[in-house]
């Protein structure tokens, strides 16, 4: 088992009780390709802890930082504090293809829920085609409704719509970083990363995270898929997401218990990443889109009072290939 860790348009929300459906006219979908365009700059962010000898949250400044990527410095462009308080949303696909795996992401979303703290709250949806997207839990830190509503996810046939899942989602996040900008949103996707048959395209969900500091974490449970071209597809989409909105990508290739475990920890993974107080930003002075991994690493000083800090930040993190 390989785990690698790679560190609607102007949507109207109408909820019925905690229930919505997204049905759409099937003969007005444009399915299209994104239109090409020139690349745009490889913009990197990521989530940075920092603790002091007594591994408590300490505060810092940008002059107090450095930051590497595959050893060359970067010039921080971006550096905000959050609170220490989550705004989540739980995106599961439920298409056929995630049949073997639903029983096991139940059981790792309850292990979720259950690390979660009282002022952390929860979203869940569920999606299958672009016609099936429901909100099966709305927003609470209430775990047993939580826990409820995991037990209610089950599989259904249909072309899988990920992008469309993620987008009416992205606005629930986004909406609730309006109203409090200090608080952490992020969107947590557990899905094999095969987008069929969304409405929506790629470029319109990550203009939606221009400007925001909301992520999108995604599980990829790709090791069901039927070729290597399409888990290489799958692959390259995940690590787009986690590029484009400074979540991060768990590539999980397994069977049975092996993938129940690293499901847990993966999960673990994100929710420590999230505990962290700041988002850090910059350009990258490597432009190129080749599908790499990268190492990052930071540095910092010492506290005002010549107390040793410790910084920690992702390991590496991957810019999709572009298409030739």
């Given amino acids: 088992m390989k785990v690698s860790r790679i560190i609607f348009a102007s949507l109207l929300l109408c909820l019925f009780g905690i229930g919505f459906v997204h049905s759409q006219d099937n003969s007005k979908k444009d399915k299209s390709k994104d239109n090409k365009s020139a690349p745009k700059p490889v913009e990197v962010k990521a989530n940075l802890m920092v603790l002091d000898a007594d591994g408590k949250f300490a505060d810092i400044k940008l002059e107090d930082l450095k930051i590497y990527e595959d050893g060359t410095e970067q010039e921080i462009t971006y550096l905000t504090k ?39 709250e929860i979203f869940l949806v569920r999606f299958v085609n672009s016609e099936k997207i429901h909100i099966v839990q709305e927003w609470t830190s209430n775990k047993t409704l939580l826990s409820n509503a995991l037990d209610n996810m089950y599989i259904e046939g249909g072309a899988s719509a990920i992008t469309d899942g993620l987008y009416l989602s992205a606005n629930k996040i986004l909406e609730r970083e309006k109203a409090d900008k200090a608080k952490r949103g992020a969107l947590i996707l557990i899905s094999d990363g095969e987008d069929r048959d969304s409405y929506y395209k790629r470029e319109q969900l990550f203009d939606l995270f221009k400007g925001s500091d909301a992520q999108i974490f995604t599980i990829g449970l790709v090791g069901e898929l039927p070729s290597e071209s399409v888990r290489k597809s799958s692959v390259k989409f995940i690590n787009q997401l986690a590029l484009e909105t400074g979540g991060a990508a768990f590539i999980l290739q397994g069977k049975n218990k092996e993938i129940e475990n690293a499901l847990v920890q993966s999960l673990k993974a994100i929710l420590t990443e999230l505990n962290s107080q700041y988002v850090i930003g910059y350009t990258s002075t490597n432009q190129k889109r080749d599908g790499l991994s990268r190492k990052l690493t930071v540095q910092i000083a010492d506290g005002a009072k010549g107390e040793k800090l410790q910084a920690f930040i992702r390991e590496s993190f991957v810019v999709p290939e572009e298409k030739k």
């Fill in 82 to 120: 959050k609170e220490n308080a989550l705004n989540i949303g739980l995106v599961m696909d439920n298409t056929g293809s995630m049949r073997t795996q639903i029983e096991r992401i139940v059981t790792a979303g309850r292990t979720f829920v259950g690390n979660l703290r009282p002022q952390d």
